[in-house]
Nanobody, 116 residues
Framework: QVQLVESGGGLVQPGGSLRLSCATS????????MSWYRQAPGKERELVAA????????TYVHSVKGRFVISRDNAKNTVYLQMNSLKPEDTAVYYC?????????WGQGTQVTVSS
């Protein structure tokens, strides 16, 4: 079965950095676009970044452009989100996502809190 397991969240001060990882199994990772979403308290889940199956194209929500970098390692079946210059408004639960032929799958999420 498809499994997505996020890690790397935590508490960080404004201006700090975190690197999220999403380890996957149960599907042909190298064939699928991968995405990171986030959901802050009281807000809808939003798409933060996405990367094509080969990694040659990435997209970002405007609010994180120039600060976040999505990448993937197809040999390790893992997608990453490097988050720099973090702001309090980046506080949220971050989820990785894949949409395969059998449906959309989500991890359990990892909490990111940006606070002094």
């Amino acid at each position: 079965q498809v499994q997505l397991v996020e890690s790397g969240g935590g508490l960080v001060q404004p201006g700090g950095s975190l690197r999220l990882s999403c380890a996957t199994s149960g599907f042909t990772f190298s064939s699928y676009r991968m995405s990171w979403y986030r959901q802050a308290p009281g807000k809808e889940r939003e798409l933060v970044a996405a990367i094509t199956s080969t990694g040659d194209t990435t997209t970002y929500v405007h609010s994180v452009k120039g600060r976040f970098v999505i990448s993937r390692d197809n040999a390790k079946n893992t997608v990453y989100l490097q988050m720099n210059s973090l702001k309090p408004e980046d506080t949220a639960v971050y989820y990785c996502n894949v949409r395969s032929v059998t449906g959309a799958y989500w991890g359990q999420g990892t909490q990111v809190t940006v606070s002094s």
